[in-house]
């Protein structure tokens, strides 16, 4: 990559690839033509004169607040180059997150989508078009401003950008990162991943997100690879036809875009295989599943990044045996982000990895796993080149992120094998006591949950009483059961053909005890949770067995990364 994190800076990136690449594309969206390393160079130096222009000096702070274009991308290098501080903040938040960010950050500017425009109407802010900025300016001033332009003098250690999460906790913060920290990260990763200019990514996921930034487009742009964007979500119709076109080698995601593709698509149709019933059979048929996946994604598909949030185990048990080409990493906004991965090939399962170089990563305040006592498992604690330095305006905080040997305490709980790979158990601060001091971690028992055919997601919590878990059923199981009740025992046959003998029989049981369609369907939906609960509970060690179930109307809320808020629940739920 000929970078240097002591050396370089991200002001350097769009001036070396125009030297490096040239004419090769570098950002363009899906279906349309992309502009070329030498056009990014040329816009991001109009960008910063214009900056400059408006009276951004070193060190201020500009808000970046937009979807996923290859304007963002000139947008980020432009405040680079400026010497300024990007402030990149998520499209998801609310007005009053991106006023109140606007506010805490002291920004002076904003650069912002036609789209997202409105959250800052009421700010005392300068607005930036942030479409104005793939285009020449016809303003002759910024024009010869921007050809006679020089970058400010700018360290690795000078403050890159400013990055507020939302997190699960209910409190957003600001990660101060540096040039340092991303380029060391994204250097740390070539032992992951290596991108040639013969590469395409699709981007799917926010690049106000740690994770996409730094190797979902920092690194394409030092390899001289091409990143292509949506012009919408990534649901399954804009996904599909996007694929199709771009081809991509590369595409970043977070866990629940491939566990939605394994359970509605791949699971049914391996099941609806007669032959899948014969052990012998299914790895031949989940390898001839896997290819199929493969081509679903354009066929070149080298190297599928999963990261931000756990991965369901049955899916990559799944992505093991189809020899699918994904890879896996754990790590946070605060490391800038990957602190440890596996490449493609090397995975294993539920493991997230060994740590990357330069990520010195310690196991602190240890102890016996109550399931296993060899699993020694403590906080993972970090220090190296792509850790933050701290939290905006928030000494207390920053104090309280760091022990007395300078780690960062990440707040997650694990443990390491004898390969040096990190396995990961879950949120020190979700962690239950359980009875007799027992470590629980939701997380694995939320896992466990998940896997059956009637749920979409679940959360667990502790109260006095034990353990108790919400569970969102299927949206589909309930649309059918509503429908189904109204036929009686004959619906209730049917019910039992598409989802299993035991959602008939818990319709039928309602039916017969009740009646009345509608009041079936909920009862039926009662018991259907009850047999969530008695199945997950038969696979549990007895001081992690779930005493009382509920259900969860709707989806749980969720952070840019798709993990549950877990702090606004259970207070939302229903008995």
């Known amino acids: 990559m000929l970078y240097d994190y002591d050396s370089h800076t991200l002001a350097d990136i769009a001036v070396r690839g125009a030297l490096l690449f040239h004419s090769l594309p570098a950002l363009g969206m899906a279906d ?46 432009s405040i680079a180059r400026a010497g300024a501080v990007a402030v990149p903040v998520l499209t998801d938040f609310s007005e009053a997150q991106v006023l109140a960010i606007a506010a805490h950050a002291g920004a002076k500017l904003a650069i912002v989508s036609a789209k997202q425009a409105k959250k800052l109407s009421s700010a005392a802010l300068r607005l930036i078009a942030i479409e104005e900025l793939s285009t020449p300016t016809a303003d002759a001033a910024i024009a010869e401003r921007s050809e006679a332009f020089a970058s400010p003098p700018i360290s690795p250690g000078d403050l890159a950008a400013i990055v507020y999460t939302s997190g699960t906790t209910g409190t957003p913060k600001g990660v101060m990162l540096s040039h340092r920290n991303y380029l060391a990260d994204a250097l740390a990763c070539r032992s992951v991943i290596v991108l040639s200019p013969r590469d395409t990514l699709l981007s799917i996921l926010p690049l106000a997100h740690a994770y996409e930034y730094t190797i979902g487009f920092l690194i394409p742009m030092m390899s001289g690879a091409s990143i292509r964007y949506l012009d919408r979500p990534p649901s399954a119709s804009a996904l599909l036809p996007a694929l199709a076109t771009v081809r991509p080698t590369i595409v970043l995601s977070v866990p629940l875009v491939i566990e939605k593709v394994y359970k509605s698509g791949v699971k049914p149709g391996l099941e609806g295989i007669a032959l899948y019933r014969f052990p012998l059979l299914r ?10 996946l493969k081509r679903s994604f354009g066929g070149r598909l080298r190297f599928f990044g999963i990261g931000g949030a756990p991965l369901d185990p049955e899916v990559e048990r799944f992505l093991i045996a189809a020899r699918f080409p994904y890879a896996i990493g754990y790590g946070l906004t605060e490391t800038a982000p ?44 970090v220090r190296g080149p792509m850790v933050f330095s701290g939290y905006y305006k928030d000494d207390e905080r920053t104090a309280e992120a760091f022990d007395e040997e300078g780690y960062f305490r990440t707040g997650d709980l694990g443990f390491k094998d004898d390969k040096g790979r990190f396995h990961l158990r879950g949120r020190s601060k979700n962690m239950i006591l359980g009875p007799a001091g027992e470590n629980i971690y939701p997380e694995e028992l939320e896992a466990l949950l998940n896997r059956s055919p009637y749920v979409a997601e679940s959360l667990v919590y502790a109260d006095v009483e034990g353990l108790g878990a919400l569970v969102q059923l299927k949206p589909e199981l309930l649309e059918e059961l509503g429908a189904c009740a109204q036929d009686g025992l004959a619906g209730a046959e049917r019910l039992a053909s598409r989802w299993g003998k035991a959602a008939g029989e818990a ?49 749980f809320e969720k952070t840019p990364t798709q993990k549950i808020k877990r702090y606004l629940y259970p207070k939302t739920s229903r008995p």
């Open 32 to 77: 349309a033509k992309a502009i070329s390393y030498l056009e990014l160079e040329r816009l991001s130096r109009q960008g910063a004169a214009r900056l400059q222009a408006l009276g951004v000096a070193k060190g201020d702070r500009v808000l970046l607040l937009s979807e996923n274009r290859p304007e963002w991308g000139i947008a980020s290098f």
């Open 283 to 292: 790895p031949l048929l989940e390898r001839l599943a896997g290819a199929k």
């Open 507 to 555: 319709l039928q049981g309602a039916v017969s005890q009740l009646g009345q369609a509608g009041k079936a369907a909920e009862q039926a939906a009662q018991r259907i949770l009850e047999l969530v609960r008695k199945e997950a509970n038969a696979k549990l060690a007895s001081f992690s067995r779930i005493s009382r179930v509920a259900a969860q109307d709707g989806p």
């Open 338 to 381: 990957i602190i440890a991965a596996s490449a493609v090939g090397k995975t294993k399962l539920r493991a997230a990895g060994p740590a990357l170089e330069g990520a010195d990563i310690k196991l602190a305040e240890q102890k016996p796993a109550a399931e296993d006592p060899s699993l020694m498992v403590g906080e993972l604690r």
